[in-house]
Structures are given as structure tokens and as C-alpha cells.
């Protein structure tokens, strides 16, 4: 294996707050003595990325997920640790570096919000040295894949959503950047509009072994684009790994359900299947939840059609969405300093915040 | 050469860019052109007055009529070259956190900023300095440059105002983002450029101990300078060390801009802006 593209080791950043007492006192006091405090964004966080891995860099509101992209790409000096971006280390050779990496944040623009779409690529061709020949090919392909090409002539102000954002990829990647940076690509667009940026992000990846750097809310983004995940929650890495073995470790669940052709007598509430109770969701509609490490879908499904006159039958595992938010919700209340800790038993596949689990 | 070139190619971009950013807001200046020529007539008539007063041939603070309404004149068409917003633009740009657009690039802040307010100017030559231009000339009786040699001195030294107005606005808008007021700082600083520049007073009607600090900073240059060249108040040796002078503040300035920028930069990079 070639050297990783991305090293982060032990990154820290913390910021200096001021904290302000509330009412008019409290406001009155700021004035002479405002009490000092430290926020720590980005907590001992590590990671390595090999060249043309494409990561999701997940995690809720406010979890320093951008922190820790702006201190990737230069923008911020972290407080302790170490990162090494195709050899560089970005804060400290900020212009030679950025030579090498694209950058989409997603609510903000990079193109000129006023003037034709093209004369925004003019200038970006200026800045990062691309022959014409390599401009005219690159952009005949960004037509055909994003088709932008009737989109050049007109202003930004005047392009959807969508437009804008297949504008801004394209334009990251003119210079062909071996790394590339999205902060939230598919924010605000629509179903046809994100399907569009995850086809292009994928060719892009594959045509030109670019290893990318995802973050983003939208679970979907993830389980069609990356291989792997980095979930991380109050600056620190709760998770890295396969999106599978995230759903294995956390909720490792089956849900089957099933129908009978009128409810059982008495329309009960549960109906007991063996060791397995089934939750009634409407008149002969149940549910029932398996744990995958105690038995298999398959064995309990053969123990329902045993016992009932089941006419429907459906398996459905829990949809990532749901894995990560009870990830997060195990893990504010860990942080909780009088909440007593939960139980292995509530909370199956529960991740210390101190440790990071592999799988 | 050639390296330098290439070094200079994006930066050639970054003023054509923004040239077509303001053209896309062409209608803004066409009434641009009228407040001009408005702030030229006021002072034109506010100037007969005084004149009038003192009778045929009076000069005041040294000037004819004629020359000091020549001196107003070339100042206000030189103000709709040289401004630019390059203050408040940059001041908005670190604030709102757009400079992260910015700082993933490999380009210099300084000189990209620079290259912008070049740009515009450039625009404002043709459609608005140009045309206000003609359009005093045709209605006062301005005055003709001394001669060829300060016709030519005088677009070197307005080419130096507006590299000056530049680094000093650069300067401006990295000071004016520790306030809590960036306008209330932007503000305070027109009023003190129009006064000292000379662009609303000759400089030779303030008091001798004034004009003796004034000669120490570069504000006159910015107006004064060029206005002095055009009516051949400065000639030879005199000119030469004025526009030397002048070339002496674009270099200082654009240094203590890169001073400011660096400190502005660390802030950024630790405080995340």
C-alpha cells in the first residue's frame, strides 16, 4: 500500500469563548471581567485516508465536523496534533497546498455571483495554470456528465440550486485536484439534482482516483458513495468503518413483518411466537424485532409461517438514519455528567466515547 | 520574466473578473456620472462666490478662478477613478467568513484584492471618468494641462493615486474588522481622505503648521499631487520628488497592508475568522 494521502493524528482544536453571564448585571459585569473559557471543537481526532478512498465525515450538528475540514484544508491552524495532506501540512504551506485540493463548501459559492458562470472557470483556470487544451477537454466533460454547458453563459443569481452546485463541483475539479474537499454537496437540492452530483462524484473518483473527503447529512450520500465512515460526536471519533458494521454494532436488528388474513381473536396487543414477542401495528398487521446475534431472520420466519396463516411477509433492517441518531442520542446521554450510564442491555452495541471501534 | 508573467496571469484575471462584475451593474453608474458632475458644479459655484468677492484677477492661497476651478475639477474626475469599496470588501469578506473561498486558493489576498480595485478602476476610466471628463471641460472653462510633459506626469501620478487609494483601503478594512463598526470606521475614513487629500480644500489654504504634518503623510497625494502637475504648480525636480513620494506611500502602504494581512490571516487561522 502507497502512502496515505490524509494522516491525521491527535488533531485538537480548541477556541477561546467568552462566556456571558445572562441580564442586564450579567452584561454589566462582562464589561470589566468577561469570564474566559475554553470549547474544544475537535477532540483527539485521527485518521488515514489511502489515495482514492472516498470517506463520509459524519456527525450531528455543531460535532466539529467542519472544523476539522477547515484545518485539512489550511484554513485553520489546529491547536495540537498532526496532519499530513499529500505531504503537505496545510496551515503551513497554505498557497502551495491548495494547488492540490478542491474545495466545495456547499452553502457558499466559489463562483461570482453576478457574471456569466464561464468567466468564474476563466479565472480559475488562470489561478491554477490549465493549458487551454486541458480546459476545453475537462470542460467537455464536465458537460457531459453534469451537463453544464448551457448553464455557462448565464450569472450565477439566476441558476437553481442544483445548477449552482453542479457549477461549483465542476469547477473544484478543473484542475483536476488529487484531493478533494465537499462539506455538505448535496444540501437543498432535490432527488434528481443530488442523483446527478453522487453519478459525477463517483466517475470523478473513479476516472481520476481522487480520494475525497464527504461530509455531509444526508445518510443517503454516504451509503451510495462511500465505502467507509468516520462518525464523530463532540469532537471525537465514535466510529470508523464500514457503514454495514456500523449498522451490525449498533442496532444489529431484523424486523419482520407480517400479516394475517384478520386479527386473532381479541385483537391482542402482543402475540408470542416462541421466544419472540410480535408487536401489533394495525388489526393483523404485527411487527417483530430480532436481534441478529441471537437468531436469524430466516429462523424466525420459519417459526411465524409455523404457528400462523401468514399471508405478507416482509424483512427490513433499521435505515441508517435511525443507526446514527440513536448513536447519537446514547452518546449525549453518556455526556451527561448525573445521568447514570446505560445499561449494555438497553443499549446493544454500545461505543465508549473513549474508544474508537474498528470494524 | 516569463515567471513573472505567469505569477502576474492570474491576478491580470482577477481585474478583468471584477471588471465584468461591475459591468453587470452598468445602470448603477450612469447615474454615478451625474453625482459627479454635481459635486464639481457645487464647488464651482461655491468658488465664483469667493472669487467674486475679491474682484477681477484676485488670487486665493496662491490660485487664479481658473486654476482653482481646474483644480477641482481634474480632483473629482481623478475620485472616479481611483475609489473602490476594496475596505469594505474585504472587511465583509473575513466577517461573513467568505474568505474561506478565498484562502483555499493559491493566491495572494493582497494582490488579489489589488488587482480588483485596478479592475474596476479601469472600468470607471471608461465609463465614468471619461465622460465626466468631457462633460466639465465642455461646460466650465477648465483649464489645459501646463503641457504635454504634465499631461503625461499627471496620468503616471492618477495611476499612483489609485494604487495608493488601494493600499490604503486594504489597510482601512483589516483595522476597521477589530471594530464593532466597520461602517462607523469606513465613514470617519472618507471624510478624513476627502479634507486631506485636498479633494474638498487645497491643500495650500490650510494653516502652515497643517500643510507641514500634511507634506508627512500620504493623503495629499492622493489628490493634490496629480491636481499640482496638471497646472504646472510642479515641474522638474519639484514634480519628480512628488511623484517619487508618491511612489515612496504605494510602497509603504502595500508593505504595512501585508503587515496587516499577516496578523489578520493568524487571527483567522486561530479563531477561525
Not at chain 1, 208 to 233: A, G, K, N, Q, Y
Request: contains cysteine; hydrophobic residues 45%.
Amino acid at each position: 500500500m502507497s502512502d496515505p494521502a490524509v494522516r491525521v493524528r491527535d488533531l485538537v482544536k480548541t477556541f477561546e469563548v467568552t462566556k456571558k453571564a445572562p441580564g442586564l448585571s450579567g452584561a454589566l459585569k462582562g464589561l470589566f471581567r468577561a469570564e474566559r473559557g475554553t470549547l474544544t471543537a475537535v477532540d483527539r481526532v485521527s485518521f488515514e485516508l489511502v489515495r482514492g478512498e472516498m470517506v463520509g465525515y459524519i456527525g450531528p450538528n455543531g460535532a466539529g465536523k467542519s472544523t476539522t475540514i477547515k484545518m485539512l484544508t489550511g484554513i485553520l491552524t489546529p491547536t495540537s496534533g498532526e496532519v499530513s495532506c499529500l505531504g503537505f501540512v496545510p496551515w503551513r504551506e497554505r498557497r502551495a497546498y491548495a494547488r492540490s485540493i478542491g474545495v466545495v463548501f456547499g452553502q457558499r459559492t466559489q463562483l461570482w455571483w453576478d457574471i456569466a458562470v464561464v468567466e468564474s472557470f476563466q479565472l480559475l483556470r488562470e489561478i491554477y495554470g490549465v493549458s487551454g487544451a486541458d480546459y476545453e477537454r475537462r470542460m467537455k466533460v464536465f458537460d457531459d456528465l453534469l451537463e453544464i454547458g448551457r448553464l455557462l453563459s448565464q450569472p450565477v443569481r439566476k441558476l437553481s440550486l442544483g445548477e449552482r452546485m453542479r457549477c461549483d463541483l465542476a469547477a473544484s475539479l478543473l484542475h483536476e485536484p488529487p484531493l478533494l474537499f465537499l462539506d455538505e454537496p448535496t444540501i437543498g437540492l432535490d432527488v434528481v439534482a443530488k442523483a446527478n452530483v453522487r453519478a459525477f462524484l463517483k466517475e470523478a473518483n473513479r476516472r481520476l482516483s481522487t480520494t475525497v473527503i464527504l461530509t455531509t447529512h444526508d445518510l443517503d450520500d454516504i451509503e451510495e458513495l462511500c465505502e467507509r465512515v468516520v462518525l464523530i460526536d463532540h469532537g471525537q471519533v465514535l466510529w470508523d468503518g464500514s457503514l454495514r458494521g456500523l449498522r451490525d454494532e449498533h442496532l444489529p436488528e431484523a424486523r419482520i413483518r407480517f400479516d394475517l388474513p384478520q386479527p386473532p381473536p381479541g385483537d391482542p396487543q402482543d402475540l408470542v411466537i416462541g421466544p419472540w414477542t410480535a408487536g401489533r401495528l394495525s388489526p393483523g398487521r404485527y411487527l417483530l424485532a430480532v436481534d441478529k446475534r441471537e437468531a436469524s431472520s430466516a429462523d424466525v420466519i420459519r417459526e411465524i409461517v409455523r404457528g400462523l396463516p401468514v399471508l405478507d411477509l416482509a424483512v427490513s433492517e433499521p435505515d441508517i438514519e435511525e443507526v446514527v441518531s440513536r448513536i447519537y442520542r446514547e452518546n449525549a446521554a453518556l455526556r451527561k455528567p448525573d445521568a447514570p450510564p446505560p445499561s449494555e442491555g438497553a443499549a446493544p452495541g454500545f461505543v465508549s466515547h473513549r474508544g474508537v471501534r474498528r470494524g | 520574466m516569463t515567471a513573472l508573467a505567469a505569477a502576474a496571469r492570474p491576478y491580470l484575471a482577477f481585474a478583468r473578473t471584477s471588471f465584468l462584475n461591475i459591468l453587470a451593474y452598468r445602470a448603477r453608474y450612469f447615474v454615478g456620472v451625474l453625482t459627479y458632475f454635481f459635486n464639481a458644479t457645487v464647488w464651482y459655484y461655491i468658488w465664483r462666490a469667493l472669487f467674486h468677492e475679491k474682484g477681477e484677477g484676485a488670487t486665493l492661497g496662491g490660485f487664479t478662478f481658473p486654476q482653482m476651478l481646474t483644480y477641482v475639477a481634474t480632483g473629482w474626475a481623478l475620485r472616479s477613478f481611483y475609489f473602490n469599496e476594496v475596505d469594505r470588501d474585504i472587511a465583509s469578506q473575513v466577517r461573513e467568513g467568505r474568505l474561506a473561498m478565498t484562502l483555499v486558493k493559491p493566491v495572494d489576498v493582497q494582490a488579489m484584492t489589488l488587482s480588483q480595485a485596478l479592475g474596476e478602476s479601469a472600468f470607471r476610466l471608461v465609463l465614468f471618468t471619461l465622460p465626466i471628463g468631457l462633460l466639465l471641460v465642455v461646460v466650465y472653462p477648465v483649464l489645459p494641462p501646463a503641457s504635454p510633459a504634465a499631461l503625461a506626469l499627471y496620468l503616471l501620478s492618477g495611476l499612483l493615486s489609485a494604487l495608493l487609494v488601494g493600499a490604503i483601503n486594504f489597510c482601512v478594512g483589516l483595522v476597521a474588522i477589530r471594530t464593532t463598526s466597520i461602517l462607523g470606521v469606513l465613514r470617519a475614513k472618507y471624510l478624513v481622505l476627502e479634507v486631506l487629500s485636498g479633494l474638498l480644500v487645497p491643500v495650500a489654504f490650510f494653516p502652515e503648521p497643517v500643510r507641514k504634518v500634511l507634506v508627512w503623510l500620504p493623503f495629499l497625494h492622493m489628490n493634490d499631487t496629480p491636481g499640482r502637475i496638471w497646472l504646472g504648480l510642479a515641474t522638474g525636480a519639484d514634480a519628480a520628488r512628488a511623484l517619487g513620494l508618491q511612489a515612496a506611500w504605494v510602497v509603504a502602504l502595500l508593505l504595512l497592508g501585508r503587515l496587516l494581512w499577516k496578523a489578520t490571516a493568524r487571527r483567522i487561522e486561530v479563531q477561525g475568522g
